[in-house]
Every structure is written in structure tokens, then in C-alpha cells.
């Protein structure tokens, strides 16, 4: 898939967004430069990109309207945090640039879905 091109198909299923931005996520890892602080924040990314993923697919399986807030809540926790290591990355111009704006931009439209969920569960 080209650069330009890994947020271009739409998809309208939040789970399956959060899978996507997960993967995209690991595949931008993968092509950092091998250093200390890469590492580092390579790992912080791959981790909250997949809870964010993990923990709303929890959130579907809830029963009361408490506990998918509670789920979706900590989706939009994790995705701050992914969303913070790639600012970092962003910062000290770590990884492909056009993939990191691609990733930056999609994760703000997760936290705004998410978050918007929650308001509507309220």
C-alpha cells in the first residue's frame, strides 16, 4: 500500500479503525532507527495502539452503560498515550514524516469518536 494511501479507504466500523491505526502503528515501528529512545517509544506505541483496540473491543461486551464508559474511557486513554508517543516521534522527526501526519491525524479522529460515544452513553 502506498503512503499516501493507508487512511484512504474508509471505514466506518470504529473496532475495525482501531485494528487498522493498531497495525499501521506496528508498521510504522518497524522502520524506526535503531536507538535507545526509538525503542522506547516504539514500544509504547505498539502497546497503547493495540489496548486502545483491546479495551473497546471489551467495551462491547458490557452490560451496563457504566462499564462501556468505563471500557470506552480507557480506549481514549491508550489513544492519548499513542497519540503523545507520536508527537514525540513527530518532535525529534523520528519515522516517515507522511506517515507520522497520516497517524497523528487518524488518532485525533479516533479520541473524537470515542469520546463522543461517551457523551452519548451520558
Known amino acids: ?13 470504529f473496532k ?18 535503531k536507538t535507545y529512545e ?3 517509544y ?3 506505541l505498539i502497546r497503547s495502539s493495540g489496548s486502545s ?5 471489551e467495551a462491547q461486551g458490557t452490560i451496563s452503560d457504566r462499564d462501556f464508559i468505563f471500557k470506552v474511557g480507557l480506549s ?6 499513542s497519540r503523545n ?23 485525533e479522529e479516533l479520541i473524537a469518536i470515542a469520546s463522543k460515544m461517551i457523551i452519548n452513553k451520558k
Request: charged residues 30%; contains cysteine; glycine residues 4%.
Open 76 to 81: 481514549v486513554k491508550e489513544l492519548k498515550e
Open 1 to 13: 500500500m502506498e503512503i499516501n494511501n493507508i487512511f484512504s479507504e474508509k471505514i466506518f466500523n
Open 16 to 33: 475495525d479503525r482501531l485494528v487498522r491505526f493498531a497495525g499501521e502503528c506496528i508498521f510504522f515501528t518497524r522502520n524506526l532507527n
Open 85 to 107: 508517543s507520536l508527537k514525540i516521534l513527530n518532535y525529534i522527526k523520528e519515522g516517515e514524516e507522511k506517515i507520522r501526519t497520516l497517524l497523528l491525524n487518524e488518532v
Open 38 to 40: 526509538n525503542e522506547y
Open 42 to 44: 516504539k514500544n509504547q
Open 53 to 57: 483496540s483491546l479495551n473497546y473491543g
